[in-house]
Antibody, heavy 113, light 106 residues
Framework: EVQLVESGGGLVQPGRSMKLSCAAS????????MAWVRQAPTKGLEWVAT????????YYRDSVKGRFTISRDNAKSTLYLQMNSLRSEDTATYYC??????WGQGVMVTVSS | DIQMTQSPPSLSASLGDKVTITCQAS??????IAWYQQKPGKAPRQLIR???TLVSGTPSRFSGSGSGRDYSFSISNVESEDIASYYC????????FGSGTKLEIK
């Protein structure tokens, strides 16, 4: 059974950093590109970042470029999202996804003083 | 970047009705569109991929069609369990979601 389990969320002050993790199981992680998608409270879904199967290519939405870094450890079957210089508008539930039917349960990130 | 224009923002339907949601891409997306259902507090659930292919477990009352820039998603014989928000997603070039459609029952 495919599982994606996010961790690392919580409350953080504006300007500070936070790192999210997504532990994958039930499939060959190193064969798939992965992505982070977020959803602000009461808002729609928003793509954040994508990484290729081997980590050689990464892509970001404009509003997080230079602040967020997506990475992966294929030996650990884990996806990461390093978020720096956090802003209030980054407050959202963050989902990791294989980009298809498999999504994690989401982790809440609240940026507030 | 590809933009996805989804409409309507909300729908009110009676049980047994057929409802249709549309998404228009800013450029040809080569049928690489998926449709998701999301219920409050839950992760999105993929219902349809590649325009019209039902994902395993998706009831047959859901359907999708389209090509080029224009796509649609329909629910025939709406049931109470279909109350949710629905999103289109293009995956031809990175990922772009539509703005969502909230389905309510009259």
């Amino acid at each position: 059974e495919v599982q994606l389990v996010e961790s690392g969320g919580g409350l953080v002050q504006p300007g500070r950093s936070m790192k999210l993790s997504c532990a994958a199981s039930g499939f060959t992680f190193s064969n798939y590109g992965m992505a982070w998608v977020r959803q602000a409270p009461t808002k729609g879904l928003e793509w954040v970042a994508t990484i290729s199967y081997d980590g050689s290519s990464t892509y970001y939405r404009d509003s997080v470029k230079g602040r967020f870094t997506i990475s992966r450890d294929n030996a650990k079957s884990t996806l990461y999202l390093q978020m720096n210089s956090l802003r209030s508008e980054d407050t959202a539930t963050y989902y990791c996804t294989r980009g298809d039917r498999y999504w994690g349960q989401g982790v809440m990130v609240t940026v507030s003083s | 970047d590809i933009q996805m224009t989804q409409s309507p923002p909300s729908l009110s339907a009676s049980l047994g009705d057929k409802v249709t949601i549309t998404c228009q891409a800013s450029q040809n997306i080569n049928k690489y569109i998926a449709w998701y259902q999301q219920k409050p507090g839950k992760a999105p659930r993929q219902l349809i991929r590649y325009t019209s292919t039902l994902v395993s477990g998706t009831p047959s009352r859901f359907s999708g069609s389209g090509s080029g820039r224009d796509y649609s998603f329909s629910i025939s014989n709406v049931e109470s369990e279909d109350i949710a928000s629905y999103y289109c997603l293009q995956y031809d070039n990175l990922l772009t979601f539509g703005s969502g459609t909230k389905l309510e029952i009259k």
